[in-house]
Nanobody, 124 residues
Framework: QVHLVDSGGGSVQAGGSLRLSCAAS????????MAWFRQGPGKEREEVAS???????RYKDSVKGRFTISKEHAKNILYLQMNNLEPEDTAMYYC??????????????????WGQGTQVTVSS
């Protein structure tokens, strides 16, 4: 059974940085596509970044150059390094897992396992 635990959120001022972590059990983070999603107040959940089994990455346009998704196989953890944070980045952030390998799905519905979420709040 796949179990994901998100952590690392917090409150920062604009321009600050945070690193989110997603610890996985019952699942090998290196073998499959994983992603980070976020959901702001009154908004739909959206993909922020994804990474395949061969470390091909994809980013939402508004976070390109500021966010970096990565995996640490030895610790079985997925990360999201977030730099130069903006108030518009305020949201609950969730990691998600699939059993897709060399490609990541474009539809949220294919991500079957989710972390519990970690709140990121950016003040201006």
């Amino acid at each position: 059974q796949v179990h994901l635990v998100d952590s690392g959120g917090g409150s920062v001022q604009a321009g600050g940085s945070l690193r989110l972590s997603c610890a996985a059990s019952g699942y090998d983070v290196q073998k499959y596509c994983m992603a980070w999603f976020r959901q702001g107040p009154g908004k739909e959940r959206e993909e922020v970044a994804s990474i395949t089994s061969v470390n091909t990455t994809r980013y939402k346009d508004s976070v390109k150059g500021r966010f970096t998704i990565s995996k640490e196989h030895a610790k079985n953890i997925l990360y999201l390094q977030m730099n130069n944070l903006e108030p518009e980045d305020t949201a609950m952030y969730y990691c998600a897992a699939t059993f897709w390998v060399e490609y990541c799905p474009t539809s949220l519905g294919y991500f079957r396992s989710w972390g519990q979420g970690t709140q990121v709040t950016v003040s201006s």
